[in-house]
């Protein structure tokens, strides 16, 4: 077998790094390619610190259709420092009468001999090289001749068309070029939306001290107790179904920021700023807190990330199509520790992180039957959340 292993952190993904794939597999008449993908150091920015899980997901999507091409996640589960030589030793290790090729960018060739053990990665593999464009290939040929006096493998350049595209152009492109968006599989972009991934806001442990204080002087003490706990549950829920836990905390801790006002406030506030109010929100306008909340994210906490807004303005009565933080904060809100009265709150409890749509159903269904008791209470929208999920759960959607 002639392996190809194609190191990287894919953060994200991109067409790109396909193309190399696929060439280097045709030149070099490999067998696989498998992308190595490379735990986050410690020391990077949390706004690029995107998820190991998100990445592998993102792979995994970009891949599906590319039957020669797989993933090694070695990289991911090591503990501390992660070098290549270490991985192409156990792989050549594992794979002791197969060929190995390590494809690199031509940006780490020309640091090559600076790497850690660069002689051993030589030894158990032959390099490819894939320029970038705008390359010197005087410079290129160079520094390969170089690294061929010096180390005792060979080295190769992949012939593919190369392109200005790189994954940090897309990270900082993201929300403001959508022309960087073509560069990407279909299903590795809804994973970006869903999940947040890029966004120019991003949140540290400094944003949870200081917007958990403005809640403290806010919010009754029972209530900033409950903010607590939805706090801390989303936080939980986003570590397990990959949303950034930073920003799920945040939307946790502010939702339900305009509870402890006046109704005549929460009117007042929504009049004044033309948020629109329903008759049923003129009635009960304790139902308004979620949109005076989200209004207040961003005029009284600057907090200004849309996703976190649009999942507090929705988290008491849910919306047909949530995204992923909506039913985050939807779900937290009803499971936090705090709560006692709702039924089988121990199954939600465990659902929440087996199957969180399904959780998400089972919360609506609970709620409309409370309200078919009470139903002078009926939020149309609660109504079509549950109409919506119901037809998901049946697959009709
Ligand atoms: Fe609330
Ligand atoms: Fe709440």
């Given at each position: 077998m002639r392996i190809g292993i194609y190191g990287g952190t894919?953060?994200?993904?991109?067409?790109t790094h396909i193309d190399i794939a696929r060439a280097a597999l045709e030149q070099f008449s490999l067998d696989k390619v498998y992308f190595l993908v490379a735990g986050n150091p410690p020391h990077k920015d949390t706004a690029e610190n995107i998820p190991d899980a998100c990445r592998l997901e993102m792979v995994k999507f970009a891949i599906a259709?590319?039957?020669?091409i797989a993933i090694d996640e070695r990289e991911i589960y090591r503990t501390g420092k992660s070098y290549s030589y270490i991985s192409l030793t156990e792989i050549k290790k594992e794979n002791p009468t197969d060929d190995i090729f390590f494809i690199m960018g031509s940006d780490s060739l020309l640091y090559f001999k600076n790497w850690v053990k660069p002689d051993v990665i030589s030894d158990c593999a032959t390099i490819l090289v894939a320029p970038r464009l705008g390359d010197n290939m005087d410079v290129l040929n160079n520094a390969i001749n170089e690294c061929k006096d010096l180390f005792s493998g060979d080295f190769f350049l992949i012939d593919y068309k190369a392109n200005g595209l790189a994954s940090s152009v897309i990270r900082q492109d993201y929300y403001t070029d959508?022309?960087?968006?073509?560069?990407?599989?279909s299903k590795v972009e809804e994973y970006i939306i869903e999940h947040n991934l890029y966004s120019p806001y991003s949140y540290h442990y400094d944003d949870i001290l200081r917007l958990s204080q403005e809640m403290n002087k806010e919010l009754k003490s029972s209530r900033y107790v409950h903010t607590l706990g939805v706090a801390t549950t989303a936080y939980s829920l986003a570590l397990k179904w990959n949303y950034p836990a930073y920003t799920a905390m945040v939307a946790g801790i502010l939702?339900?920021?305009?509870?402890?006002?006046s109704d005549e406030k929460r009117i007042s506030v929504c009049e004044k700023n033309n948020i629109p109010i329903r008759d049923i929100e003129y009635k009960y306008?304790?139902?308004l807190h979620g949109k005076v909340g989200a209004f207040y994210c961003?005029?009284?906490?600057?907090?200004?990330d849309d996703q976190i807004a649009h999942a507090i303005e929705v988290h008491t009565t849910g919306c047909p199509g949530m995204n992923l933080l909506d039913k985050i904060i939807f779900v937290a809100d009803y499971i936090e520790?705090?709560?006692?009265?709702?039924?089988r709150l121990d199954i939600l409890r465990s659902v929440a992180y087996e199957d969180l749509d399904k959780c998400v159903f089972m919360i609506l269904e609970d709620t409309v039957n409370y309200l078919n008791e009470n139903?002078?209470?009926?939020?149309s929208t609660t109504i079509d959340t549950y109409n919506y999920y119901l037809n998901e759960m049946k697959g009709e959607v």
């Open positions: 894919f953060n994200p993904i991109h067409n259709n590319q039957p020669k959508k022309s960087v968006h073509k560069w990407l599989d939702h339900d920021c305009a509870k402890c006002i306008p304790h139902l961003k005029s009284k906490y600057d907090v200004f520790p705090g709560r006692d009265k709702q039924p139903p002078e209470m009926v939020d």
